[in-house]
C-alpha cells in the first residue's frame, strides 16, 4: 500500500473518534433515562397539569412530568402545542433541531475495515 494512502488512512480514523468523542461528550446531562410516551399521552398530561417543563427540539420534545421522571416524545406539526403548553403553566424552552449521531443505534453496525 502507498504510504500516502496508509497516512491518509490513519489521518481518515483520527478524525472519525475524535468526532465520535465528541459526540459521545457533548450533552452528558441529555443521556438521563426518559420514558417514551405518545403524543397523545402528552396532551392528556398536559391537560390533566402534570408536565413541570418541556425542551421542543424539532420535532423531538423531551420533558418532566410533576413527580420529576423524564419523558421524550415525537411530536407532529401542531401549531396549537404551545399555546396550550403555556396555558396550563409549563415552562417551554426551545432549540434548533440536533444534527444527527455518529452514534451506532442498536440496530445499525460498525463496518470492520478491510485488512491491508
Not at 421542543?56 to 420534545?61: D, K
Amino acid at each position: 500500500m502507498n504510504a500516502n494512502l496508509r497516512n491518509f488512512a490513519l489521518w481518515v480514523i483520527i478524525v472519525l473518534l475524535l468526532l465520535a468523542l465528541f459526540t459521545l461528550f457533548q450533552n452528558p446531562g441529555q443521556r438521563t433515562s426518559a420514558q417514551d410516551i405518545s403524543f397523545s399521552q402528552l396532551l392528556t398530561e398536559v391537560d390533566q397539569g402534570r408536565v413541570r417543563d418541556v425542551v421542543i427540539q424539532g420535532p423531538e420534545i423531551h420533558g418532566t412530568f410533576s413527580n420529576g421522571t423524564g419523558f421524550q416524545t415525537y411530536a407532529p406539526s401542531d401549531p396549537g402545542l404551545v399555546q396550550k403548553l403555556y396555558s396550563k403553566g409549563v415552562s417551554i424552552t426551545a432549540r434548533p433541531p440536533s444534527l444527527p449521531s455518529l452514534r451506532p443505534t442498536r440496530s445499525s453496525a460498525w463496518i470492520p475495515l478491510a485488512p491491508s
